[in-house]
Nanobody, 123 residues
């Protein structure tokens, strides 16, 4: 498996914005479908957003729809998660995943994960 390179987390006030990045390192080849997940303390990891190579098509969890946007830069082998209008309930460790499968408006992850980046939203 390959560990993806994440960045962009931090501490923001409610209503603020952050942009997360996730890059496939070096010369690694992975299938291009990608997704973002998050895990809050005491909770299971959940899918936040997914993006396909074809189209691309995107999908979002109901809790972030209209506030978050996933995008990709194929030349950089990088996915992004733009997070706007952040709420305290968005506080979690965010993980990216690459090489999975986007289908039926969801993203099925592979074993290739980022290290996680902490997003904390204060009230």
């Amino acid at each position: 498996q390959v560990q993806l390179e994440e960045s962009g987390g931090g501490l923001v006030q409610a209503g603020g914005s952050l942009r997360l990045s996730c890059a496939v390192p070096g010369r690694t080849f992975l299938t291009p479908d990608m997704g973002w997940f998050r895990q809050a303390p005491g909770k299971e990891r959940e899918l936040v957003a997914g993006i396909s190579w074809s189209g691309p098509m995107t999908s979002y969890s109901d809790s972030v729809k209209g506030r978050f946007a996933i995008s990709r830069d194929d030349a950089k082998k990088t996915a992004y998660l733009q997070m706007n209008s952040l709420k305290p309930e968005d506080t979690a460790v965010y993980y990216c995943n690459a090489g999975g499968l986007y289908r039926d408006n969801t993203y099925i992850p592979s074993d290739h994960w980022g290290q996680g980046t902490q997003v904390t939203v204060s009230s």
